[in-house]
């Protein structure tokens, strides 16, 4: 018998688009919103940013010479002009922000609104805010941290215009040696940026308070220093081929023995891996080279291994002048690429007189789903995405901070499918889920805009 009072059967959504809330304005919520628009033409987007702009690290962690990477914001700008979408910036989701608590430019604070209110009022909210904070390092555990030394991510920020750091007075006069901590890509963009000179930094979108303190710097020697070896380290292959090509600045090679065991396993074909040989005949090339044309009155860079920073040594004015590392050793096979480290307990100074630490980006929980992180915070417990009912997660916040854009996609696609696949799909769900329990027919009949379900 036919009966009204059955809701109908959503197959395709006819009803009531899909509403999803996107939280963060990366690659990786813009990539999962474009995945999702595309797949459901009935979907509806709304993307929250703590930032009055979108786009965030494609926008603000990029280095200025690195425009090609930015070329993603293209595809960005067309999910944005779509009437499906809606960017809802200056607003924080889940909790206080880095600009609420006195961390971020003074006067600036965006709105806060609940995860739990987003949550009640969209179908599906995908968590996409990456990792935007520090991980600890050791170092800085002395009891003051002297000035000079600051975080590589607020200092790529600040020379980026990133909002939260335009309040930062990076000082670039006090002598010629910086060092970087850390062995990703982001410690060899600082390193870039330190060294490229004016002629370079000039034709980029480089912001012009940070090119007038650039154009001031007395740094000519900047190491680049981390704490396992070559094999362990994160930076890609093109970064450092880069930094080595630099006009007029000369790269200083670790000495013999850092190389020596990975030489030793070269011609083992399953040692290492493509991408680590091109890195070792890169190094020896490049140390062969410097050999012959070493040229100690311009300006340098090293890549330095096994050392890890055990404090920061300041002068009369608490302003860094050296940075104490402990020697250390690889605990295991010099090639696997997650082999440890240990102290030998012999100690190296260096002077620095600029200090930026890149050891990596840390999570931070949103209040009400902290069960659902990993220990240490820096990631979210997922299934193909999806964390929970009508919760997801994409990019940095669901496989933790690594990785470039590219990743990013294909994980937001991921995620988006499982959306797609999982959340919301009314009648269609419910059969998929109780398959052959079921013991219906179901006949639609259009009367009018109404649906009717028989169910015998």
Same mark, same amino acid.
């Given at each position: 018998?036919?009966?009204? !009072?059955?809701?109908?059967?959503?197959?395709?959504?006819?009803?009531?688009?899909?509403?999803?809330?996107?939280?963060?304005?990366?690659?990786?919520?813009?990539?999962?919103?474009?995945?999702? @628009?595309?797949?459901?033409?009935?979907?509806?987007?709304?993307?929250?940013?703590?930032?009055?702009?979108? $786009?965030?690290?494609?926008?603000?962690?990029?280095?200025?010479?690195?425009?090609?990477?930015?070329?993603?914001?293209?595809? $960005?700008?067309?999910?944005?002009?779509?009437?499906?979408?809606? $960017?809802?910036?200056?607003?924080?989701? /889940?909790?206080?922000?880095?600009?609420?608590? /006195?961390?971020?430019?003074?006067?600036?604070?965006?709105?806060?609104?609940?995860?739990?209110?987003?949550?009640?009022?969209?179908?599906?909210?995908?968590?996409?805010?990456?990792? +935007?904070?520090?991980?600890?390092?050791?170092?800085?555990?002395?009891?003051?941290?002297?000035?000079?030394?600051?975080?590589?991510?607020?200092?790529?920020?600040?020379?980026?215009?990133?909002?939260?750091?335009?309040?930062?007075?990076?000082?670039?006069?006090?002598?010629?040696?910086?060092?970087?901590? #850390?062995? /990703?890509?982001?410690?060899?963009?600082?390193?870039?940026?330190?060294?490229?000179?004016?002629?370079?930094?000039?034709?980029?979108?480089?912001?012009?308070?940070?090119?007038?303190?650039?154009?001031?710097?007395?740094?000519?020697?900047?190491?680049?220093?981390?704490?396992?070896?070559?094999?362990?380290?994160?930076?890609?292959?093109?970064?450092?081929?880069?930094? @080595?090509?630099?006009?007029?600045?000369?790269?200083?090679?670790?000495?013999?023995?850092?190389?020596?065991?990975?030489?030793?396993?070269?011609?083992?074909?399953?040692?290492?891996?493509?991408?680590?040989?091109?890195?070792?005949?890169?190094?020896?090339?490049?140390?062969?080279?410097? &050999?012959?044309?070493?040229?100690?009155?311009?300006?340098?860079?090293?890549?330095?291994?096994?050392?890890?920073?055990?404090?920061?040594?300041?002068?009369?004015?608490?302003?860094? &002048?050296?940075? !104490?590392?402990?020697?250390?050793?690889?605990?295991?096979?010099?090639?696997?690429?997650?082999?440890?480290?240990?102290?030998?307990?012999?100690?190296? &100074?260096?002077?620095?007189?600029?200090?930026?630490?890149?050891?990596?980006?840390?999570?931070?929980?949103?209040?009400?789903? +902290?069960?659902?992180?990993?220990?240490?915070?820096?990631?979210?417990?997922?299934?193909?995405?999806?964390? #929970?009912?009508?919760?997801?997660?994409? #990019?940095?916040?669901?496989?933790?901070?690594?990785?470039?854009?590219? +990743?990013? @996609?294909?994980?937001?696609?991921?995620?988006?499918?499982?959306?797609?696949?999982?959340?919301?799909? #009314?009648?269609?769900?419910?059969?998929?889920?109780? /398959?052959?329990?079921?013991?219906?027919?179901?006949? !639609?009949?259009?009367?009018?805009?109404?649906?009717?379900?028989?169910?015998?």
């Amino acid at each position: 018998m036919w009966s009204s !009072e059955v809701p109908a059967p959503m197959t395709s959504r006819a009803l009531r688009p899909l509403s999803v809330a996107i939280i963060g304005s990366g690659p990786a919520g813009f990539y999962t919103a474009y995945r999702l @628009m595309d797949r459901l033409p009935d979907a509806m987007v709304d993307m929250y940013e703590k930032l009055p702009v979108p $786009f965030g690290l494609s926008r603000f962690g990029v280095a200025p010479d690195h425009p090609e990477v930015k070329n993603c914001q293209d595809k $960005f700008d067309e999910v944005a002009a779509s009437t499906r979408f809606r $960017f809802i910036g200056n607003t924080m989701v /889940g909790g206080a922000s880095s600009f609420a608590n /006195g961390s971020g430019t003074p006067g600036f604070k965006p709105n806060v609104v609940p995860l739990q209110v987003v949550r009640g009022n969209y179908d599906a909210v995908v968590l996409a805010y990456g990792a +935007e904070s520090d991980k600890t390092l050791a170092a800085a555990a002395t009891t003051t941290t002297p000035t000079g030394v600051m975080s590589a991510r607020a200092f790529v920020g600040w020379y980026n215009g990133h909002p939260e750091f335009q309040h930062l007075e990076p000082d670039l006069t006090a002598g010629e040696h910086a060092v970087v901590v #850390g062995h /990703g890509n982001v410690a060899l963009d600082v390193a870039r940026v330190l060294l490229a000179g004016m002629v370079t930094l000039r034709h980029t979108d480089i912001t012009d308070r940070a090119l007038s303190v650039l154009a001031t710097s007395t740094i000519r020697n900047v190491r680049v220093v981390g704490r396992r070896g070559p094999a362990q380290a994160a930076f890609t292959n093109k970064e450092v081929r880069e930094l @080595m090509t630099l006009p007029g600045v000369t790269y200083v090679p670790p000495p013999a023995d850092v190389l020596a065991p990975l030489l030793d396993r070269f011609q083992d074909k399953t040692a290492l891996s493509r991408s680590q040989k091109r890195l070792l005949q890169l190094l020896q090339k490049k140390q062969q080279e410097q &050999q012959q044309h070493d040229d100690h009155r311009r300006p340098s860079f090293s890549l330095d291994f096994l050392l890890s920073p055990s404090q920061f040594i300041a002068d009369a004015d608490n302003h860094v &002048q050296a940075v !104490e590392f402990d020697r250390m050793h690889l605990d295991g096979d010099p090639v696997n690429k997650h082999t440890s480290a240990r102290p030998t307990g012999q100690i190296l &100074q260096v002077p620095a007189a600029a200090v930026f630490v890149s050891v990596g980006y840390q999570t931070q929980p949103l209040a009400g789903i +902290e069960h659902a992180y990993n220990s240490s915070g820096n990631r979210l417990f997922h299934d193909l995405g999806k964390v #929970g009912s009508g919760l997801y997660a994409a #990019g940095w916040i669901k496989r933790g901070p690594i990785g470039v854009i590219a +990743e990013t @996609m294909y994980d937001a696609f991921e995620t988006a499918d499982t959306v797609n696949d999982n959340d919301r799909r #009314g009648w269609d769900g419910v059969q998929a889920t109780l /398959g052959s329990a079921l013991n219906w027919h179901v006949a !639609e009949r259009e009367l009018g805009k109404s649906h009717m379900l028989a169910v015998l």
